[in-house]
Nanobody, 123 residues
């Protein structure tokens, strides 16, 4: 059974940095597509932050460009989201998600989701 577990959230002041981690267990697929999403306080929708694939493709969305860096340690089965120059608009619950890239190409959706980790940025 595939499980994703995020960690690394916390409270920081504007301009600060955080590193989020997402440990993936039970993964047996030959490829992986992973993403990070943020749910802002009071909002239902999740907004994409960054995505990466086992083929090396990386994309960033919105304000993550230039400030956030996504990476994956295959040996540790862990994805990271390094965030710098944080501001209050980055506040929210961050979720990691994963799917076989074959599923992603076919269905355009992630299969597995973590429980989320809270990030709070104060001004």
């Amino acid at each position: 059974q595939v499980q994703l577990m995020e960690s690394g959230g916390g409270s920081v002041e504007s301009g600060g940095s955080l590193r989020l981690s997402c440990v993936v267990s039970g993964w047996s697929e030959s490829t992986y597509c992973m993403g990070w999403y943020r749910q802002a306080p009071g909002e239902e929708d999740l907004r994409g932050v960054a995505h990466l694939t086992s083929m090396g493709a990386i994309t960033y969305e919105g304000s993550a460009k230039g400030r956030f860096t996504v990476s994956h340690d295959k040996a540790a089965n862990t994805s990271y989201l390094d965030m710098k120059d944080l501001n209050p608009e980055d506040t929210g619950t961050y979720y990691c998600a994963a799917a076989s890239c074959y599923v992603m190409i076919r269905e355009a959706r992630y299969t597995y989701w973590g429980q989320g980790t809270q990030v709070t940025v104060s001004s």
